[in-house]
């Protein structure tokens, strides 16, 4: 069994969407081996930090909450798409180019994963290019940009994907990950009532 | 494939070590659809709130730090162990009457994970017990108990495990899971520098 690890690291000084001081995290150190006998932490995070996972209430009213949705969604087949020569946006003509199977989790291979501050003009996943993964009932769809959309009014590919119950990822790193089949994990922490959580995710190859 | 989830649920009223105050999550949204288009959500929390790892720093001098601990621990052939009629703690002698094989995660179900709130007396996992783990060359050890121990002065149980390189996962939730082998899948928070992270651990028969 082959694990890749395509999670962002989480530092004070990691990339944070739009370069926003409020979306830092901050650790703090509440003892150490000075102080006691152990060593322990806390955190302030924005639940978007990093590779996360966003539910449908982060862009949907009443929408479903990060423990709401079903655990054999976050641990599937997937298939990684390298786009990493596209410069703008990904396209519906793109994503034709590709076999994309029902019930696959995608993940989108890009320049930006070979970014480690973050880049107003990331690649992201254009309108009808959501509503085209929609039509083929994929599972879930990732991305290596904090974001999966940018500059489109109204927010229609988080809005298109998550009311029709397909899981986004958002900060993955995949500089490393050729273009192929993999099983994918990607837990979100038991959050209850919330719209997103940071996750650790992984590839497997030969399970 | 099934899938068991026995992770804690984080949230404000959650239990925590010995009920602190300042060891409860504090969820703050940051945004929502009545003063913008989406939801938002960010969290203050300690490493060890509900089900997490403890890496080997939490009790070891200079010990490693969580995102430093290979991943293939965290995915784990593991076995389920009933000791539901322990009253006190789980000792060497109780440990002897199950069948325990090098390199496998065991996890240790105890009237603990029958407690929604924190119990001051706890079945935690004595320091001979520890020793005996440790020579049986388990990969780790995970409890349905905010901790692993109490009331051993020098914390010898972590000490043992986490010098040797064994994973700790605390606050499991075992009520509906019956001992026997399961896959293991728990995951850290890819956290630089820190002790610990919670997880979202699961446990899966028939993969």
Redesign the interface.
Known sequence: ?K?Y?I?????ENMQVYKNKE?KKPV?SV?RD?KTG????????????T??HIDAP???I?DGATI?KVR??KF?SKCKVLDFTNVEDCITKSNLEKKCIEENEFLLLKTRNSFKDCFDYNFVYLEKEAAQYLKEKKVKGVGIDALGIERNQK??PTHKILLSSGIIIIEGLRLKNIEEGKYII?A??????????S???A?L?KD?
Do not use: Q, Y
């Open positions: 069994m694990i690890d999670s962002m690291s989480i530092s409020e650790f509440t081996f006998n152990s060593f322990e932490t806390n955190i302030k995070m924005d639940m978007h990093g590779t209430l982060h862009m009213r423990d655990l054999d641990i109204g927010h994990i837990l979100p922490l038991k959050f209850v009532g919330v719209e997103a940071p996750v650790r992984i497997i399970m």
